[in-house]
């Protein structure tokens, strides 16, 4: 029985990060969408529904914060990591209160982005344990 691919989402104006993420994300054998935005993040979990958002919080038309709430709204409710280069307390705050599982400080590790997509597929498809 070969693993479960999770739909994750990754949300960051800045291409670099957007190609990183998408490159860990497909390595791991899941299936990997992006979006530039706020707007269009939004607009991606409507489409896809995914299982996991990797949402960046500084970003031009609408922040990542707010785009977690609206996707809150939305009543879907995929498993949120903030990425953020600020440890804010107040916005974290306010993101784990939408939803976010966790929060992360960029520039991030690769290995730490692979072992959130590890927790969260244990999470969504639990291992039939062995007899």
Do not use: W
């Amino acid at each position: 029985m070969g693993h479960q691919s999770l739909d994750v989402l990754a949300v960051d104006d800045q291409a670099g990060v957007r190609y990183l993420l998408d490159a860990i994300i497909r390595e791991e054998g899941h299936n990997s969408f992006l979006a530039s935005n706020g707007m269009e993040a939004v607009e991606q979990v409507k489409n896809i529904r995914p299982h996991l958002v990797f949402m960046d919080i500084r970003m031009p038309v609408m922040d990542g914060t707010k785009a977690v709430e609206k996707i809150h709204e939305l009543g879907h409710n995929p498993d949120v990591v903030i990425m953020t280069a600020f440890t804010e307390k107040d916005v974290i705050d306010r993101a784990r209160k939408n939803g976010a599982v966790k929060c992360i400080i960029k520039p991030f590790d690769v290995e730490e982005i692979r072992s959130i997509l590890r927790e969260a597929e244990q999470k969504r498809f639990p291992r039939a344990s062995a007899l």
